[in-house]
Each structure stands twice: as structure tokens, then as C-alpha cells.
């Protein structure tokens, strides 16, 4: 897949059990946070954002935390699944970047033991 | 509706070669964008397109990278001559508008510079 030789974090959970992904970002400017979900040989796919005025958003079998103090993020998925194997990114973007640009984090890998 | 396509899905060039990597948007995408991640690394930003002018090129990593688009309907990214350090995945992206960060990301264009 598109991760060979990529030393990634690996978060490995059973089948039914929740996951947490966490993220760290430096950049205190930054007000739009998202996560994406990467599949072997396909690219990026949005799983669920958040704006710095929030602190949690829920979407299905998903909830983003962000906590601006001290600049972390998480991404809860409840009763995971197998078809939730994948790499895991965070990115961030800022209120001064007028052009939409994000920063991604390292990525998780996260594989589901069934 | 049609998704982001990139072509080809992989390339393997000689160093010095050149190669040029295409990517259609989503039809009435004004915005597209192009990142790469490299071996190792988290994926970064090159450049981005607002219909056929480049808004921003801050991420193009050197002059043997040359991002077009022409009429402001698809786009390619040339590398010329190409490097070792130029392999990686390469992913375009579009949005609709400025405001909408959540945009839809290609699958990515393998490059193997050997």
C-alpha cells in the first residue's frame, strides 16, 4: 500500500472496542481541525471536523474533541469495526491562511483485530 | 457525481527522467489543490489553483516542479529532471469555494524515482 516504509504510530484494538487517535498541532492560529481516513491505495477521506469555537462534535460512531489549552485533538470511534483499518490523519488549517491550505500531523495506523 | 482523478495511479521513472502527473477535479471545482507526501514524512501542501490562476505556490519544493491549469478545468504537475527525493504520493484535491475546507481528495499518483 501507499504506507510501505512509513514508520507510522499503530494503535491496534479488538473488534467492538472504542478507539481514541490523538493529534498534537503547534500552531496556535490554527481554527479548523479535521480528520481523515486513508485506505490502502486510495486517498484522504473526511471523517468529521471542528471549528476552535467548539471543544466536541459528534457525528456517526464518531466524536473530535479539541482542546486549544493545550493544543491536542482526538478522534473517538465507538464500537470499532474492521473496515475501520486505516490510516488515520489529523490537519489544521488557520484563520490567517486565506487559502485553504492544511497542515496534516504524521498519521496512526489503526488496524482492527476481529 | 465523479470524484477527483488522478492518472496515472503509479509511475516508475529513471532519475533525470521526466514525468508529468494529471488530475481532473470534481466538474465546477474551482479550487484545486496539490500535496505529495515523501517517504517517511506527513503529507504537505505544493500548491493551489483558483480556476486557471495559482493562488498559492508557497509548497513547491524547487523549479523542476511546474503545476498548470489550463482553463481552469484539470491540472498537471510536471517534474523535470526528476530526483530520488521526488518519489512519494502525489494528491490533488478541489473544493467548490474558499470557505468549504472540507474538500475531496483524489487517490493519489505513486512516483518512483529510481
Known amino acids: 500500500g501507499e504506507s510501505v516504509g512509513l514508520h507510522l504510530p499503530t494503535l491496534s484494538v479488538q473488534e467492538g472496542d472504542n478507539s481514541i487517535i490523538n493529534c498534537a498541532y503547534s500552531n496556535s492560529a490554527s481554527d479548523y481541525f479535521i480528520w481523515y481516513k486513508q485506505e490502502s491505495g486510495k486517498g484522504p477521506q473526511f471523517i468529521i471536523d471542528?471549528?476552535?469555537?467548539?471543544d466536541k462534535r459528534q457525528g456517526q460512531r464518531v466524536t473530535v474533541l479539541l482542546n486549544k489549552t493545550v493544543k491536542h485533538l482526538s478522534l473517538q470511534i465507538a464500537a470499532t469495526q474492521p473496515g475501520d483499518s486505516a490510516v488515520y490523519f489529523c490537519?489544521?488549517?488557520?484563520?490567517?491562511?486565506?487559502?485553504?491550505?492544511?497542515?496534516f500531523g504524521g498519521g496512526t495506523r489503526l488496524m482492527v483485530k476481529p | 457525481e465523479a470524484g477527483v482523478t488522478q492518472f496515472p495511479s503509479h509511475s516508475v521513472i529513471e532519475k533525470g527522467q521526466t514525468v508529468t502527473l494529471r488530475c481532473d477535479p470534481i466538474?465546477?471545482?474551482?479550487?484545486l489543490y496539490w500535496y505529495r507526501r515523501v517517504m517517511g514524512k506527513e503529507i504537505k501542501f505544493l500548491l493551489h489553483?483558483?480556476?486557471?490562476?495559482?493562488?498559492?505556490e508557497s509548497g513547491m519544493p524547487n523549479n523542476r516542479f511546474l503545476a498548470e491549469r489550463t482553463g481552469g478545468t484539470y491540472s498537471t504537475l510536471k517534474v523535470q529532471p526528476a530526483e530520488l527525493e521526488d518519489s512519494g504520493v502525489y494528491f490533488c484535491?478541489?473544493?467548490?469555494?474558499?470557505?468549504?475546507?472540507?474538500?475531496?481528495f483524489g487517490s493519489g499518483t505513486r512516483l518512483t524515482v529510481v
Open positions: 471542528i471549528r476552535s469555537n467548539m
Open positions: 489553483f483558483v480556476k486557471e490562476s495559482k493562488q498559492d
Open positions: 484535491a478541489s473544493s467548490p469555494d474558499r470557505g468549504n475546507y472540507g474538500y475531496t
Open positions: 466538474s465546477g471545482h474551482d479550487n
Open positions: 490537519a489544521e488549517s488557520g484563520r490567517n491562511n486565506a487559502g485553504n491550505m492544511l497542515t
